[in-house]
């Protein structure tokens, strides 16, 4: 079946530091790519998408490319600020017979520290 | 973007007792939502997807006569956990997808569940 795997937390950075977060994939067919983030206390929000290979998603200073080569979509960003600490999930999601089901990793915690 | 809003945020409940969930979505119309459940630390899990105006197709392992969901306008789905016991304490999410969204979903704040 579908499944996710992201690096485990968490992860530490000081301010304007670069950031990288590992997601590889695996799926039958041609899955979305969606990078999601959960602020403390909150639900999720998308944070960026891709749609097929090679696309790049991008919002807020963060992108990932969609590799099918390598079945990854790893998240960056170049300078990340305190307010970026938060919980960030990769998901992918597929058509089925039941309809678009998105199917997450188990989450990467970031802290950004001053 | 399209705003997906969940009721209470969180809830308080004696062991043997019901409580509901509210979902709705606040300014599109959704013909499937999503319920999902998230442990401390965890991934989300899928628990159901609910279709407006008919059954909802629950992931396996989750029981249905458990955790009963309605979808009765295309705003507004309802997760209920009947005769709630303190496993059943953990974090619940709704998801709204619009029709033209064909793998998009937005996410409530979620709704934090403690049985006592």
């Known amino acids: 079946g579908d499944s996710v795997t992201q690096m485990e937390g968490p992860v530490t950075l000081s301010e304007e530091a670069f950031l990288t977060i590992n997601c590889t994939y695996t799926a039958t067919g041609y899955p979305s790519l969606f990078w999601y983030v959960q602020y403390p206390g909150e639900g999720l929000q998308l944070l960026l998408k891709a749609t097929k290979a090679d696309d790049k998603g991008s919002n807020k200073g963060f992108e990932a490319t969609y590799r099918k080569e390598t079945t990854s979509f790893h998240l960056e960003k170049g300078s990340v600020q305190v307010s970026d600490s938060a919980v960030y999930f990769c998901?992918?999601?597929?058509?089925?017979?039941?309809?678009?089901?998105?199917?997450f990793g188990t989450g990467t915690q970031l802290k950004v520290e001053l | 973007g399209a705003v997906v809003s969940q009721h209470p945020s969180w809830v308080i409940c004696k062991s043997g007792t019901s409580v509901k969930i509210e979902c709705r979505s606040l300014?599109?119309?959704?013909?499937?939502m999503f319920w999902y459940r998230q442990f401390p630390k965890q991934s989300l899990m899928l628990m159901a997807t609910?279709?407006?105006?008919?059954?909802?197709?629950?992931e396996q392992g989750v029981e249905k006569d458990k955790f009963l969901i309605n979808h009765a306008s295309l705003t507004l789905s309802t997760l209920t956990v009947t005769s709630a016991h303190p496993e059943d304490s953990s974090f619940y999410i709704c998801?709204?997808?619009?029709?033209?969204?064909?793998?998009?979903?937005?996410f409530g704040p979620g709704t934090r569940l403690t049985v006592l």
């Open positions: 998901a992918l999601s597929r058509s089925t017979g039941g309809g678009n089901k998105l199917t």
């Open positions: 300014d599109f119309q959704a013909t499937t």
């Open positions: 998801s709204a997808r619009p029709p033209a969204a064909h793998n998009e979903q937005f």
């Open positions: 609910s279709n407006e105006g008919s059954k909802a197709t629950y």
